[in-house]
């Protein structure tokens, strides 16, 4: 009678990495909690570069985070850096008006990320 040997593929899950566009500081400011808050899905650990207490540099800075799951058997590592576009989401306009009344308008908004 042969025996059978019965396997199981199990793929790796990618948590889900939560950071909404980090606030703005002053120049010459370390970063802090305030800007490096991401969160996962699952437990691990987050680092963050630059690193918290790091002062950037003048002029457009790139912040990411890397996340190493504490399970690192059923969940990969996943990198994560804030777009553009999660930053102009938290902007919040006054409308335009015209005889105090609002009016719809169309505008270009430029955007320059930088720390400071």
């Given at each position: 009678m042969k025996a059978f040997e019965r396997f199981q593929i199990v793929h790796q899950a990618t948590p889900t990495i939560t950071w909404a566009a980090p606030s703005a500081t002053t120049y010459g400011t370390p970063l802090s909690?305030?800007?490096l808050n991401a969160t996962a899905s699952v437990p691990g650990t987050l680092v963050y570069t630059p690193a918290a207490g790091?002062?950037?540099a003048a002029g457009v800075q790139t912040l990411s985070v890397t996340f190493?799951?504490?399970d690192a058997t059923d969940y990969n590592s996943?990198?994560?850096t804030?777009?553009?576009i999660e930053a102009v989401k938290q902007w919040r306009y006054r409308p335009y008006?015209?005889?105090g009344q609002p009016v719809e308008v169309?505008?270009?908004v430029a955007?320059?990320?930088s720390l400071g």
């Open positions: 909690a305030s800007q790091s002062v950037p190493t799951p504490t996943a990198t994560k804030p777009s553009a008006l015209l005889n169309e505008t270009k955007v320059n990320f």
